[in-house]
């Protein structure tokens, strides 16, 4: 079956860089489209990027334009969120998502990123 | 960017309602439009994609309707289990967009 598995979230000082990754398996990797989402603590949905199949394509949220760093190894089924310069708002549980043309159809389970000193 | 807007926030149903969530967009986004269900403590579920077509493994009892910038969910019998929280999302163009959300409680 699809999972997508989701790791490198903690509790880092504003202006810490952090890397999530995000571990696909149960699919060809290499022939989809994928998201990052996030959540903020009680709040709604928040896109953050997204990335070809091949890594040719990429768009930011404009909150994070600039910061974070969406990548992919194909070689590997891996997703990778690079955030540098974090601030206090990009607290969030962050999740990886399949995509394509009409729907996320695949979600992983989050993993929760603080930004705190 | 396209706006989604989903009155109203918070819905109180008894079990055995039907219930119906809107959503309306900003603009004219076709059918690119799903929707999901989240519980506490979860990643979302997708329920319906193509503003109509239901996802596999979901029950009969959503259903989806609408496009342009007009749109509906509807659960046709509420069981227990779906107290949760309903998000709308457009596809017609990135960035990518969510609707508020619209939480539906046990009345």
């Known amino acids: 079956q699809v999972q997508l598995v989701e790791s490198g979230g903690g509790v880092v000082q504003p202006g810490r860089s952090l890397r999530l990754s995000c571990a696909v398996s149960?699919?060809?990797?290499?022939?989809?489209?994928m998201d990052w989402v996030r959540q903020a603590p009680g709040k709604g949905l928040e896109w953050v990027a997204f990335?070809?199949?091949?890594?040719?394509?990429?768009y930011y949220a404009d909150s994070v334009k600039g910061r974070f760093t969406i990548s992919r190894d194909n070689s590997r089924n891996t997703l990778y969120l690079q955030m540098n310069s974090l601030r206090t708002e990009d607290t969030a549980v962050y999740y990886c998502?399949?995509?394509?043309?009409?729907?996320?159809?695949?979600w992983g389970q989050g993993t929760l990123v603080t930004v705190s000193s | 960017d396209i706006q989604l807007t989903q009155p109203p926030s918070f819905l109180s149903a008894s079990v055995g309602d039907r219930v119906t969530i809107t959503c309306r967009a900003s603009?004219?986004?076709?059918?690119?439009l799903a929707w999901y269900q989240q519980k506490p403590g979860k990643a979302p579920k997708l329920l319906i994609y193509?503003?109509?077509t239901l996802q596999s493994g979901v029950p009969s009892r959503f259903s989806g309707s609408g496009s342009g910038a007009e749109f509906t969910l509807t659960i046709s019998s509420l069981q227990p289990e779906d107290f949760a929280t309903y998000y709308c999302?457009?596809?017609?163009?990135?960035?990518?967009?969510f609707g508020p959300g619209t939480k539906v409680d046990i009345k």
């Open positions: 990335i070809s199949y091949d890594g040719s394509n990429k």
């Open positions: 999302q457009q596809l017609y163009s990135y960035p990518v967009t």
């Open positions: 603009q004219g986004i076709s059918n690119y």
């Open positions: 193509a503003a109509s």
């Open positions: 998502a399949k995509t394509w043309e009409f729907a996320f159809d695949y």
């Open positions: 149960g699919l060809t990797f290499s022939s989809y489209s």
